[in-house]
């Protein structure tokens, strides 16, 4: 499994500074474990909508599955030294870093934050690529094709789970609407499922977070210049229809 066989089954990949060229070159087996997990990920369309606090049940499946392959949390401690005396430290948390003996990869998983969290991401790389601390900087994030078409992603699940009112998606996915969405929303109207499925992705996963075309803004703009980078966004083939 390579990037070509990512981006051949819809994965959105692009390449900064010639990171592919330094994966394929010295760390061409952690690249095959990554994209391995990454084609083997699945996320359940009702995984989107219901409620449950902290991180969604499929960022925890991919941070196991890449920790368990060698690819743990890390915190990449640099302090610098003049004339022997320690003047400056910093401490660099890390979603996910493999370690190998021609240098690491760091991975940063964006599944839904606010957009800003990928300058932090890119500033971050950067920094740590000019100390000599990591060779390729790694995000994986919303794909353009999931980004579309979450809406129709939400609305064919709700409508799948027989949702009519909001009291329906309180039942069946714990979710709570404020009352401003309440009010947005005609209770049990004939378009309930449409309007309110709208409202939820706008409100959810709207423009202002984390996805491809957000990612692509600071790229083109060269934040994170000159680290290598491996953006990967997943795609909408990735989400699979649950039954329960």
């Known amino acids: 499994m390579n990037l070509s066989d990512l981006e051949s089954t819809g994965f959105n990949i692009h390449v900064v500074n010639h990171a592919e060229a330094v994966l394929t070159q010295d760390f061409p087996g952690p690249l095959e474990e990554l994209c391995n ?3 083997d990920l699945r996320i359940a369309d009702v995984e989107l909508i219901r409620s449950g606090g902290g991180e969604a049940p499929f960022t925890q499946r991919l941070r196991r599955s890449l ?7 890390t915190q990449i401690f640099i302090e610098k030294i003049i004339d022997g005396t320690p003047k400056a430290a910093t401490t660099h948390e890390i979603d996910h870093v493999r370690e190998t003996e021609n240098g690491k990869i760091a991975l940063e998983i964006e599944w839904n934050n606010k957009d800003p969290f990928f300058d932090r991401d ?8 000019s100390e000599g601390a990591i060779s390729v900087g790694v995000i994986v994030t919303r ?8 809406q129709q992603i939400v609305k064919s699940c709700a409508d799948r789970f027989g949702v009519r009112r909001f009291e329906d998606l309180q039942l069946l996915f714990n979710l709570r609407p404020t009352t401003r969405q309440r009010r947005s929303v005609q209770d049990g109207g004939r ?4 309007d309110w499925s709208r409202m939820f992705v706008q409100d959810k996963f709207g423009r202002a977070t984390t996805h491809w075309d957000k990612l692509m803004e600071r790229v083109d703009r060269g934040v994170g210049n000159p680290c290598p980078l491996l953006l990967i966004g997943l795609p909408s083939s990735k989400i699979t229809r649950s039954l329960q």
């Open 191 to 194: 378009d309930f499922v449409t």
């Open 67 to 73: 920790s368990s392959i060698s690819w743990p949390k």
């Open 143 to 150: 794909g353009r094709s999931l980004q579309d078409d979450l």
């Open 122 to 129: 890119l500033e971050n790389f950067q920094r740590l690529h």
């Open 37 to 39: 997990v990454l084609q």
